[in-house]
């Protein structure tokens, strides 16, 4: 069916959801329904009507219009608003008769006092059904009867185009009461003449006046409401055109062709067989996708700067801490994988210091090494020769010694078995001599399928054999993803809440499927550029890294670890959290132990971020030696001292931006 029933929140007379709209086929229904674009654009149809509404543009859509909705715009917000006509009856008894417009057609026109306070009221009702506070229901009511006031008081369809009616209540009534009798009788025989007695009025002055009221003469705007009526029709019955034209009113079928493709430019027939589908098949041209309305909160936070009961803001979300009971171990995904990409790029020294540098800061346990043993290594594979030149591969093997890495050796590209079981045995023959039992804690990762045929206790153990495909162990694909702190926040999150892989790379290699328009960042996976700046997700293993071992306490944004009487707190915020607002902590320490030295250690996009300062830079293409030396000194969390002494009772305010993290570490006071 083309008519829509809606269903209203819980305790409120009103439907509020923030959707991505690529297509809505005609429909129609009993509610009112405004729609305000927060971002990009959308085409909205109304009758015969095509308007192009914009970003913080409105546009109102009233009771049984038939509309539908498209866009190109793939990453439009649009707050639709469906309020129930039932509720507002009981105020405005004749709702279910006035029509409200918006303007969209002119540009700039909803730059206007009355359309800005009309963005007020929709974000107020926005904010009311996210955040429910205490009597939310009773203050939604509230706003919708001041909503209602400011529509009939500024878009009553009257106004749009006789704005000489606002002010003149005789006179707009007047032609409501017309406009009305049309709309309830328009399949009944209606004569101006009849219209004209019942108002007192001469016939000649009112077709003069209902010409300059509604822009039509008495007689199109009738068949205009025939018209609009008969599309209902034509989607939702089986009714032929004739017994549709003879149900709307007019007294022959030529008649309605003619009005029907004056309006529409088509036939009623034509637009049937163009329009009319079965519901399996409306169903499937709905293109639309539901967002969180906290991100259109975000979006429309502008407009309630005055709102008092917007105060998500100043909300802080306590977290109760008694720092003598510990929950026991924690239980974090531990910080074990670094892929250090392909072996020749540890023979290059500035390399090999970002990895030392890596170790010492974070202090990973295994790192992925690619084609350690291949031709570019100097190992000449299938060659009759029973030397082979284990030089470079020693050195970077005395390297992940020296580093405290546990090497993991992905031979991916070996196919004969033969070949690399021969080869497997020289190789372990030769490092055994050094390395001895310390070689059963290495790691090898072959191609799918090979592993498990190449076990034998002369060559490798087979719980030594990993079978994973290294490029799938990827976090996420937005642009420029692994760059900015959304990082930051997706590594702890997986860590200790979602349990996933992450396995990111010690620094960024440019490769050929590498889209590079600077030298500095181009999305590729390294915690550190190729130029040794550190980027934020460095900070995310960095933070997880000073966790203790004995867990206090943990939960949504948080989590507080203890180990040898220091305390590590790690706030973060949440990857769903689509405000740009700051979220506020409450900590409330009891039964403190000691006295600490409090170190904090915050970084955003504007607090230690090396993606956050390059952008504000201007985003430039290269650097100068001296520009990156400074990019490296100031790529650290913003960090600030304080203290806290050995109490009941202490308390701490932290706020966190949006995609931000802070670690605390108290240091006990000896």
């Not at 329009?275 to 639309?288: A, H, I, N, P, S």
Request: proline content about 2%.
């Amino acid at each position: 069916m083309r008519k829509e029933f809606v269903e209203y929140m819980t305790n409120v007379p009103i439907s509020v959801s923030l959707v991505n709209i690529l297509g809505y086929p005609l429909h129609w229904h009993d509610s009112i329904e405004i729609l305000f674009v927060l971002k990009g654009s959308i085409n909205v149809t109304i009758e015969n009507e095509t308007y192009i509404v914009e970003e913080k543009e409105i546009e109102i859509i009233n009771i049984n219009e038939v509309h539908s909705i498209r866009s190109s715009d793939k990453d439009n917000r649009v707050l639709v608003f469906e309020i129930d006509p039932k509720f507002l009856k009981k105020y405005y008894n004749d709702i279910e008769n006035v029509f409200f417009y918006t303007n969209s057609s002119e540009e700039g026109i909803q730059e206007k006092e009355e359309y800005y306070v009309l963005r007020n009221y929709l974000s107020q009702l926005l904010c009311e059904v996210t955040e429910k506070h205490d009597d939310y229901d009773d203050v939604v009511r509230e706003s919708l009867l001041e909503l209602l006031y400011h529509l009939l008081n500024h878009f009553h369809y009257l106004f749009y185009d006789e704005e000489s009616l606002k002010g003149d209540d005789v006179q707009l009534e007047r032609y409501h009461r017309i406009a009305k009798y049309i709309s309830n009788n328009y399949m009944e025989k209606v004569s101006l003449q009849d219209i004209a007695r019942n108002e007192f009025l001469s016939t000649q002055y009112l077709s003069y006046k209902i010409k300059n009221t509604f822009g039509y003469t008495f007689n199109d705007f009738l068949n205009f409401v025939r018209v609009m009526e008969s599309t209902k029709l034509l989607l939702d019955t089986e009714m032929n055109i004739s017994e549709i034209s003879e149900e709307v009113g007019f007294s022959h079928v030529r008649y309605y062709n003619k009005h029907f493709k004056k309006h529409y430019k088509v036939t009623p027939m034509q637009y049937r067989k163009k329009y009319k589908v079965d519901d399996d098949k409306l169903e499937k041209m709905k293109q639309f996708t539901y967002f969180d309305l906290r991100e259109g909160l975000d979006m429309a936070s502008q407009y309630l700067e005055d709102y008092s009961r917007f105060n998500i803001e100043d909300r802080i979300e306590t977290i109760d801490v008694d720092l003598s009971i510990s929950e026991g171990d924690i239980d974090i995904n531990s910080i074990d994988i670094i892929d250090l990409g392909d072996a020749m790029n540890l023979l290059i020294e500035d390399n090999m210091l970002i990895v030392v540098d890596i170790q010492k800061n974070i202090g990973f346990k295994y790192g992925i090494i690619s084609n350690l043993i291949s031709e570019e290594m100097g190992v000449y594979i299938g060659k009759n020769s029973d030397f082979i030149n284990w030089r470079s591969i020693e050195k970077i093997l005395d390297y992940f010694h020296k580093v405290d890495l546990i090497p993991i050796i992905t031979i991916l590209d070996i196919e004969e078995q033969d070949i690399l079981k021969n080869l497997l045995l020289k190789f372990t023959d030769y490092f055994y001599n050094k390395y001895g039992n310390k070689m059963s804690e290495w790691r090898y990762a072959f191609n799918e399928g090979m592993g498990i045929s190449l076990v034998a206790d002369e060559i490798i153990l087979e719980e030594q054999i990993i079978n994973f495909d290294i490029k799938s162990k990827q976090a996420f694909e937005p642009d420029n993803a692994y760059d900015t702190c959304n990082i930051v926040t997706h590594i702890i999150q997986n860590c200790i809440s979602v349990r996933e892989d992450i396995i990111l790379k010690a620094f960024d290699t440019p490769h050929k499927e590498t889209k590079q328009d600077n030298e500095l960042f181009f999305g590729d996976l390294g915690i550190v550029t190729q130029n040794g700046i550190r980027k934020p997700s460095y900070y995310g293993y960095y933070f997880l890294s000073k966790l203790g071992k004995n867990l206090i306490k943990q939960g949504e944004g948080f989590i507080i670890t203890e180990e040898n009487e220091n305390i590590q707190i790690l706030l973060y915020d949440v990857n769903d959290n689509k405000s740009n607002l700051k979220r506020k902590f409450s900590l409330n320490f009891m039964n403190i132990p000691n006295n600490y030295r409090i170190a904090k250690y915050e970084i955003s996009e504007n607090k230690g971020s090396s993606y956050g300062y390059w952008i504000a830079m201007g985003r430039p293409k290269r650097l100068g030696d001296d520009e990156i030396e400074l990019l490296k000194r100031i790529s650290f969390p913003e960090t600030t001292f304080s203290s806290i002494k050995k109490s009941t009772f202490s308390n701490k305010i932290i706020s966190i931006n949006r995609n931000g993290t802070v670690l605390l570490e108290f240091k006990k006071v000896h």
